[in-house]
C-alpha cells in the first residue's frame, strides 16, 4: 500500500527556512517522478518542484533559486529545503507521487491528474 507523510511545516519569519520531509512506503520513491505542490488559501493547488528518476529537478519561477527539491533513496524520503521564504509561500504542502513509472509528465507545470497518490500535507506559514 503506497503512503506519503509529510512533515516539517510551521511557522517562521520572512527570510526565514524549513524542510519539508515526505516518507513514503509502499514502492520505491527513485523509480517515479515525485513533486510538491503548494495550494494558498482560495487559490488552486499547483506543483512547487518535481524531482524525475534521473535526479532533473524542475521548479516554479517563483522559488527558483529558494527551493531544492531532492531525495534520500536509502531513507525512501522526499524532501523540499525552502530558504529565503516569503509570505507568499504560505500554503498548505503536498507531497505526490507520479501514477505511472517515466513519462514526460515531471516539468512545471505540473497536472495533478498525473499524480495519483498524495500526502496529508503540511502547513507553512511565514509572517512579515
Known amino acids: 500500500q503506497v503512503q506519503l507523510v509529510e512533515s516539517g511545516g510551521g511557522s517562521v519569519q520572512a527570510g526565514g527556512s524549513l524542510r519539508l520531509s515526505c516518507a513514503a512506503s509502499?514502492?520505491?520513491?527513485?523509480?517515479?517522478?515525485m513533486a510538491w505542490f503548494y495550494q494558498a488559501p482560495g487559490k488552486e493547488r499547483e506543483g512547487v518542484a518535481a524531482?524525475?528518476?534521473?535526479?532533473?529537478?524542475s521548479y516554479a519561477d517563483s522559488v527558483k533559486g529558494r527551493f531544492t527539491i531532492s531525495r534520500d533513496n536509502a531513507k525512501n524520503t522526499l524532501y523540499l529545503q525552502m530558504n529565503s521564504l516569503k509570505p507568499e509561500d504560505t500554503a498548505m504542502y503536498y507531497c505526490?507521487?507520479?501514477?505511472?513509472?517515466?513519462?514526460?509528465?515531471?516539468?512545471?507545470?505540473?497536472?495533478?491528474?498525473?499524480?495519483?497518490?498524495w500526502g496529508q500535507g503540511t502547513q507553512v506559514t511565514v509572517s512579515s
Open positions: 509502499g514502492y520505491f520513491v527513485g523509480i517515479y517522478c
Open positions: 524531482l524525475d528518476s534521473a535526479g532533473r529537478a
Open positions: 505526490a507521487r507520479a501514477r505511472w513509472v517515466g513519462g514526460g509528465y515531471c516539468t512545471i507545470p505540473l497536472k495533478e491528474a498525473d499524480f495519483g497518490y
